[in-house]
């Protein structure tokens, strides 16, 4: 409730008694689709982008970078002990959980990156906002 009452104040506060159970209507419409793109827009990066992540991981891993293995878990000295090169099924089905998992975080928090984004260029435009008199709001 703190993150929605002070935005539905703002946005119907300054409107005449009998204006707001229209606007209100029509704020909580854009409310409720705002976040439904939002939430599709999260979704489609995390679930288009993980495999990516997941095929840049599993190739470092197959060519031996031990800071990857250090990134999913592996522990260095079992990765700088293995040649470079593809991996052996008991060796990949050791580690596709851990790719997938380390895959998974790396595409969240790209989808955390791009809510921070729309955030700071929200927020950019709130000096630019123009202030509306209350006359203005009763004529329309």
């Known amino acids: 409730m703190f993150c929605l009452l002070p935005p539905t104040r703002l946005a119907l506060g300054q409107l005449p008694e009998e204006r707001v159970p229209d606007a209100s209507g029509l704020f909580n419409l854009m409310r409720n ?24 991981i599993a190739a470092r891993l197959q060519a031996g970078d031990v800071e990857t293995a250090r990134f999913i878990g592996v522990p260095p000295e079992l990765m700088a ?12 089905a050791l580690l596709q959980p851990l790719v997938e ?14 809510v921070a984004v729309l955030t700071i260029a929200a927020l950019a435009f709130v000096p630019i906002a123009r202030k509306v008199a209350v006359g203005d709001l009763v004529r329309a």
């Open 81 to 92: 002990a293995r040649p470079p090169g593809t991996l052996d099924a008991q060796a990949q």
């Open 101 to 114: 998992k380390a895959a998974l975080v790396q595409s969240i928090n790209e989808a955390w990156a791009l």
């Open 33 to 56: 689709l705002g976040g439904a793109i939002g939430l599709a827009l999260i979704d489609t990066v995390i679930y288009s982008r993980s495999p990516v992540h997941g095929t840049t």
